[in-house]
């Protein structure tokens, strides 16, 4: 295991480990008086989503072409990764349209299909991360008229808010709102989410166990080879395997993972459970490439990426590179000297500073208010930057 994934599963064990429960708390009781007093809203506007790491295409270790391939000289593991952003309301009533962000722009498996006729909303990153650019188009672009639609159909009023955990790919709350205000986000305190994030409590897990129980019969019903099977399983099958296993996802689940935050009546607080296809194990042992496998194994694949975020975690070596980086770019310049020539920093170097800022305080474990009151800084370079250019604009008309 690289050292970076060593890191991150140890930061995300951690958070679940120091999960501030009194933070928790504090912010459920301000979050009821919130929608209650404040907003007037009812489970059906109240939303949360969640970025994960997926690795689509790995296979349980004890598998024939799991072997083959750490033989095969130069071949790279098969935990291709991207990554999935699941959204849902608090009555259970929408599950939203899957965000995907793979690496390709235009996936080889993707020819001849319309992205706009994809079961998911696909978006391309070098790294398959989420990006504050990706989510606010995602949030523009379709949370805020998928929503709207679903509250129309429903007879509802079209004001909702979107609940949100502080990973360093979202952006400050003054930019995720509609153009009326009506649709808005709020964010969770920070070491909170591994207990009280909604999609945390069991709906990402329930998804990702749904595609792999679904992967496990079909490569026990194909009738050629396991390792020619996984050769020629390509993204656009798993944009339709997740697709379903989304769709499997009971609504009971996904209202039952909002208890921790909000009263939930006596039908959403059902125990109806996910029913799973565990075809792998139980018939699997008689086929070729399956032999070694047992129940131990086959829950280490379902539970492969639970610790893989769906953002880039920064090392605190990765932040200073970033920051040298940054600093010796042809448009920056080094602050010091700028102040000691009395001259102005600029907007893009002040606002890059305070990204890093961010991360940093996020990675740390810094309180609610302090997190905030850096976001809020953004949020007034950014508008400062836009008065800027609307000034640039209207100069140049008068030239």
């Not at 909702?160 to 709020?186: F, Y």
């Not at 339709?240 to 609504?251: D, L």
């Amino acid at each position: 295991m690289r050292s970076e994934e060593r890191c991150r599963m140890n930061f995300f064990s951690r958070e679940r480990l120091n999960a501030d429960l009194t933070a928790a708390d504090s912010f459920c009781a301000k979050f009821q008086e919130f929608i209650d007093e404040e907003e007037n809203l009812i489970p059906n506007q109240i939303y949360n989503g969640d970025e994960t790491g997926f690795y689509w295409k790995c296979l349980p270790t004890k598998t024939l072409a799991s072997r083959k391939e750490k033989l095969a000289s130069g071949h790279k593991s098969s935990k291709e990764r991207i990554t999935i952003r699941c959204c849902g309301n608090a009555s259970g009533d929408h599950k939203m349209k899957l965000l995907m962000i793979g690496k390709a722009k235009k996936p080889r498996s993707f020819k001849g299909t319309e992205s706009n006729k994809l079961p998911v909303v696909y978006f391309n990153q070098k790294g398959a991360w989420m990006t504050m650019d990706i989510f606010l188009r995602w949030f523009h672009e379709h949370f805020v008229p998928e929503v709207r639609n679903h509250l129309q159909v429903k007879g509802l009023t079209q004001k909702a808010v979107l609940l949100l955990d502080n990973a360093s790919s979202h952006p400050d709350e003054g930019l995720l709102a509609s153009d009326d205000g009506l649709i808005t986000s709020k964010f969770l305190p920070p070491n909170v989410t591994a207990a009280i994030q909604p999609m945390d409590q069991g709906v990402i897990s329930a998804m990702k166990r749904h595609y792999r129980s679904e992967l496990s019969k079909n490569l026990i019903h194909e009738v050629i080879t396991l390792p020619n099977f996984w050769k020629l399983y390509s993204l656009l099958d798993a944009v339709y395997g997740i697709s379903a296993a989304w769709s499997k996802v009971k609504s009971s689940t996904l209202s039952r993972s909002w208890r921790k935050i909000i009263p939930l009546d006596e039908q959403s607080s059902s125990d109806i459970q996910e029913e799973y296809d565990y075809s792998m194990f139980e018939q699997g042992n008689e086929l070729e490439g399956f032999e070694n496998l047992d129940e131990g194994n086959l829950e280490d694949w379902f539970q492969s990426d639970a610790c893989e975020p769906g953002f880039q975690y920064l090392t605190d070596e990765d932040i200073v590179i970033n920051c040298v980086v940054k600093s010796n770019s042809d448009d920056s310049t080094d602050a010091q000297d700028v102040l000691n020539n009395g001259n102005t920093i600029s907007h893009p170097t002040v606002l890059q500073s305070a990204k890093t800022l961010l991360y940093y305080m996020g990675q740390r474990g810094f309180d609610y208010d302090n997190i905030t009151a850096v976001r809020k800084i953004c949020v007034d370079i950014r508008q400062e930057m836009n008065k800027q250019q609307k000034q640039r604009r209207i100069a140049d008309f008068f030239k």
